[in-house]
């Protein structure tokens, strides 16, 4: 894996780690940089789960749109999605757990 694909799961996994308040290997080891490096869209999902519950029906509706955007890049990992596909993705969920 490239240096730029184990920065971006980094990035991914401290976003996951201050949604759920934990640190690596918590939560049953699905915060944890090399699993997300593997497959960044189950970790998106993931984030996106305790804002879904208490998100208004617009937000809800967006996230369910993203979701549905993911699914095409689901069980790939960063490197064959594309650093910057991903980057793109990353914004995109960030937006969405404010």
Known sequence: MSSESKNEARSIEHTLRSIYNC???EFGGNIDQDLIEASPVQSYILGLAPIYVNADKAKRKNIDTYI???YQYAGMPIEAIGIDV???LTKVFETLIK
């Open 23 to 25: 640190s690596r290997y």
């Open 68 to 70: 549905e955007n993911l």
């Open 86 to 88: 991903v980057q793109n």
